[in-house]
């Protein structure tokens, strides 16, 4: 392991703890990352030494101190996210919440009103926009997948003059691998329309988000980079944020509210400021700020090339084990983060497994994710219900797959 990545190691001292007096072998990072110290840190500093309110309410010294802190915290989620300015920044607790955000304060019109999105979406994206399609006020138009990628030229077909919005996974969370986010752009502004990419797998391991292949608007979430829990950020590209109707008002959205006529009036306020209603989480920013830095120190270049290392032994591993089947385009899938398995032995029970790995190994919890991982359309296209997802993070090595393996295959030993 190399030492930049060995120092980052130090930094999770959850890979260090006993669960039932047992190690942990964690391959669940796709679900959430171990988090860091850094990140703790800045986060307790924020609330203890600081902790007054930010966001220009008070006008106060404190106030002002945890003001400057929170617009650090966004200059740095902007370069990480490949902003042109920190205002092209909105603060979420993650990517359910910023694609919500963006469904409902999104300008569509009766000539403008399809949505063009693609089975591997998960929960996340496809269902705030499910929502406006079942009340009338969209129309979703669903790519189809070849050899479990989205088949880019049924995507293009998808994409006309009624396309208002087009909305990709950089890097699905179930069947691995990256999508190629420069010729969705290219298609989607071709059609006069814009392109939202999912960055919750992206970010963690490759470093900034969608924005950098023409993306008009991303998202991350701060939990899945070892950043506190509900943090997160959208990015929005001026012109579109301009467009956008701001949908959660409140404190700090408005230059003032106003009575004249028989009417109430609120002027609100532009950019990222119309979008950010009430107290914001300013301890969490700090946290996720912390994180980004301490990653960008280790080197995202270097981090990608570890983690598809780790893909790729685990590959080696896999091959020649009967009883699953790796999903996914072998020549793709390292350039993602993780693999996902489906059970195609007689009597594989998904559930029986996760118990054995967290009960059956001598002192050891293999911690992996089993289920439909939060992708019912990836899993309803791809014929299978549930798979076993391993997936990888920057302190991962590859004894923790010899571990997983090791489990697999005795439990497929096991069976009739
Ligand atoms: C691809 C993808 N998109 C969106 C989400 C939702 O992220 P969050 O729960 O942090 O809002 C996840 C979480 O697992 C994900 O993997």
Redesign the pocket.
């Known amino acids: 392991m190399n030492k930049n990545i060995a120092a980052l190691r130090e930094e999770f001292p959850a890979l260090d703890g006993r669960f039932n007096g047992r190690r942990l072998v964690y391959l669940d990072s796709?679900?959430t990352v171990l988090k860091m110290k850094c990140a703790a840190e800045a986060q307790r500093q924020n609330l203890l030494l600081l902790g007054g309110c930010g966001g220009k309410r008070s006008m106060h010294s404190l106030a002002a101190a945890m003001e400057m802190d929170f617009y650090a915290a966004r200059q740095r989620v902007a370069r990480f996210m490949g902003a042109s300015t920190p205002e092209e920044v909105i603060f979420t607790?993650?990517?359910?919440?910023a694609v919500n955000l963006l469904a409902n304060s999104f300008p569509f019109d009766p000539r403008r009103n399809e949505v063009v999105l693609s089975p591997l979406e998960?929960n996340?994206?496809f269902l705030p926009f499910e929502r406006l399609a079942a009340a009338g006020r969209i129309k979703l138009r669903v790519a189809t997948l070849k050899d479990f990628k989205v088949d880019m030229t049924g995507l293009g077909g998808l994409i006309g003059p009624r396309t208002a919005l087009v909305c990709l996974?950089h890097?699905?969370?179930i069947f691995g691998g990256s999508q190629d986010i420069g010729a969705a752009a290219e298609m989607t502004r071709a059609a006069g329309a814009y392109l939202f990419t999912?960055d919750?797998?992206y970010a963690p391991s490759h470093g900034g988000c969608g924005a950098a292949g023409g993306a008009d608007a991303c998202a991350f979430?701060g939990?899945?980079i070892g950043a506190p829990f509900a943090t997160?950020a959208l990015y929005v590209r001026a012109g579109l944020m301009a467009r956008l109707h701001p949908w959660r008002v409140g404190g700090g959205t408005v230059e003032e509210v106003s009575f004249s006529g028989g009417r109430y009036r609120a002027k609100y306020l532009g950019g990222h400021q119309g979008f950010e209603a009430g107290v914001q989480n300013y301890s969490g920013a700090a946290g996720l700020a912390a994180a980004i830095e301490r990653l960008d120190k280790t080197g995202f270049a270097g981090i990608r090339r570890h983690v598809s290392g780790l893909v790729l032994h685990a590959l080696k591993e896999l091959e020649g084990v009967k009883g699953v089947k790796v999903l996914g385009r072998k020549e793709n899938i390292p350039e993602g983060s993780l693999i996902s398995l489906a059970p195609v032995k007689k009597g594989f029970s998904v559930p029986d497994f996760n118990l054995f790995l967290n009960q059956e190994i001598k002192g050891r919890i293999v911690a992996v994710r089993t289920g439909r991982?939060?992708a019912d359309l990836a899993c309803l296209a791809s014929g299978y219900g549930e798979t076993i997802r391993i997936s990888y993070f920057a302190y991962n090595t590859p004894e923790d797959t010899v571990c997983f393996m090791e489990a697999l295959k005795k439990y497929l030993s096991l069976l009739k």
């Open positions: 796709a679900c607790s993650g990517v359910t919440d998960h996340a994206v996974t890097a699905p969370n999912d919750a797998q979430s939990h899945k997160g991982h939060c």
